[in-house]
């Protein structure tokens, strides 16, 4: 997916959030937005939205001296999210279809995104996952997969922010009682809300996966800036199952075959789902929509 002009002004409404985040002084903010906009005029709007963020937050983080600016808001949606997933993995486990119902509950969890929202409603997005179908729908094709692979294929699960990470454990462990080798990878450093090592081991993913970083802290999946290590289990992983908008912005047209589990929270996003998809883009706004993608059941 490549980057729009909306995304452009989208930049410079992140780099004003960051600086309200961490109550940074209005000569702090200015100096952001400045140091931004002046990346604006040579960006590649070829490369897809997370490889041109990374830029962006690099940018913020020179100009307003922040490493990790959503660190205490990563903290609280871990926190949140561990006080609820007993109750969650109870539902999961008298649904119908148990893995279903845990990767609805793990597609919630992507409506905490800082990058995309400001003030993301989990308990919103929770309620909703209970009953609305997704926009695209490719659950069928989705679990059929899952089914005709054997045990101890090798299972790829891209993370993608904090608090999220914790509802994926459903997934996780639902994958991990069918006898799969699954690794989890995670941001090599700070970059907005997404998840890092210490935040995937927080949320217990490592009694389900063994827990790797892709070497990069562009927020999405860009294979050029990640780790040979991290290249090497993508290519040869039997299964991928990509979580959030900014892993689908990034690999939406590679050459794998992929399951996208995501909220769609931006029109740029909605309208390139809905192209992939041959869906009518009145029927994905980019409101916070939930999409299951098998990028081989469309094609």
């Known amino acids: 997916m490549k980057t729009s002009a909306e995304c452009l002004a989208c930049f410079l409404r992140q780099t004003v959030q960051v600086g309200r985040v961490c109550h940074c002084s209005e000569e702090s903010q200015i100096a952001s937005v400045k140091a931004v906009s002046r990346l604006l005029p040579e960006m590649d709007t070829t490369k897809s939205p997370p490889q041109n963020a990374y830029h962006v937050y690099q940018a913020i983080h020179v100009a307003a001296g922040i490493e990790d600016p959503y660190r205490e808001l990563k903290n609280e949606s871990n926190a949140q999210a561990l006080k609820l997933l007993e109750s969650l993995r109870l539902e999961v ?7 279903l119902a845990a990767a609805r ?12 929202m400001s003030n993301p409603d989990i308990d919103k997005a929770l309620a909703q996952s209970r009953s609305s179908v997704p926009v695209v729908d490719h659950s069928t094709a989705f679990l059929a997969r899952i089914n005709t692979l054997e045990k101890g294929a090798r299972i790829l699960y ?21 006898g799969f080798d699954i690794t989890v990878a995670v941001k090599d450093g700070p970059i907005i809300n997404d998840a890092l090592l210490e935040d995937a081991y927080a949320a217990g993913l490592d009694k389900y996966a ?8 562009c927020p999405g999946t860009v294979l050029d800036l990640c780790s040979s290590e991290f290249v090497e289990i993508f290519e040869t992983a039997d299964l991928i199952i990509s979580k959030g908008q900014g892993n689908f912005e990034s690999l939406s047209e590679a050459d794998r075959d992929i399951v996208f589990l995501l909220t769609v929270k931006c029109r740029v996003a909605a309208r390139h789902l809905a192209e992939l998809t041959d869906t ?18 469309a094609k």
């Open 158 to 178: 891209l993370a993608d922010n904090c608090g999220e990470i914790v509802y994926d454990a459903l997934l996780l462990e639902g994958l991990h009682k069918s």
């Open 210 to 217: 063994r827990i790797i970083s892709n070497g990069t802290r």
């Open 280 to 297: 009518a883009p009145g029927d994905v706004p980019g409101n916070g929509e939930m999409a299951i993608y098998f990028s081989r059941a």
């Open 93 to 99: 486990l008298c649904d119908d279809v148990p893995l």
């Open 105 to 116: 509950f793990a597609i919630a969890g992507n409506i905490i995104d800082y990058g995309a």
